[in-house]
């Protein structure tokens, strides 16, 4: 097993394929201009320190480069980066790949075999020999692993790459300019949140994502393309679905529910926290993560504004 190659795979599936959660907003900069043309506040506490909020698109093209002289002055002016995972760092820390594999495989001499449904596995292993990707070590790991290793196939005909992704440009950026970089999680802190959930939304979720493969190529690019809108009120309505939540079953709704809960509400309040230890710290932070944790009740606009902070869209 090559744990680097699977290390990024847990990582983009972390970023990425919360797509149906996680959108970000970007534009193309064509001239220098007041609006920044993405997801960009300004947060400020009343005695005028200050934190910058940057809703992150962790895959992209050349499109969205070069950012406004908004996006980049604020960059310029800030003593650290702050960005979920130091993923830069991460991939040179072998230790650290072990871990975060770890939480994605079984540890009680059970494989995946004894955890789904028998014609689920026969399909999903089917997938990965006709595509010559099948490994008898992916018997170890857990389903919501194999629903990416499915996604994967779809990602790469995209054209977007994870490394001309936000996070990841900023984070070069800031190695170069030799700002401090934070992290607001560790990958251990994000594996460890994926492989908590249940084994029911995760056999769903591989269920899921078996049964529509073939409409990926195009449900990403049609969000890359929502995501360069920079609507908020767009980026909202498709976080917190209601409308579609309609037409789910009882069971899809308590999945879904579980899902949020794990990965944007508890995750979000953790965020919030951090965003205040860094404005209590009077650095000034360029805090970039997932847009899909800026919008909503549970977001950090909100929540940030719900605690006394001024939170201006730039």
Known sequence: MKIKGFVRVILVFIVVTLASCMLVSCVPHKEAHEDSGVLFWEVTDGDGKKLYLLGS???????????????????????????????????????????VLQYFMYDDGSTIEDHIDEDLFA???QYLVERDMYSESYLL???IFWAELLSQTAAEKTG????????????KEAKKAQKEILEVETAVDQAKAMASLSNNLQE???????????????????????????????????????????????EQLEILNEFEKVMIVDRNKHMVDKAVEYINSGKKVFYVVGAAHMVGDSGLVNQLEAKGYKVVKR
Do not use: C, R
């Open 57 to 99: 698109i962790h895959v992209a093209d050349d499109d969205i480069y070069p950012f406004s002289d908004v996006i980049l002055d604020a960059f310029n002016a800030s003593d650290a980066l702050a960005v979920e995972v130091d993923i830069d760092a991460l991939e040179n820390d072998i230790q650290m790949q072990i871990e």
């Open 123 to 125: 399909k999903a292993k």
């Open 141 to 143: 790991l857990k389903p």
């Open 160 to 171: 977007l790459s994870f490394d001309k992704g936000v996070d990841m440009y900023f984070l």
């Open 204 to 250: 769903y979720y591989l269920e899921d994502t078996l049964n529509n493969v073939g409409n990926l190529v195009k449900d990403t690019l049609d969000l890359y393309e929502l995501w360069k809108e920079a609507d908020v009120e767009k980026l909202e309505k498709y976080v917190y679905n209601e409308e579609k939540k309609k037409a789910f079953s009882d």
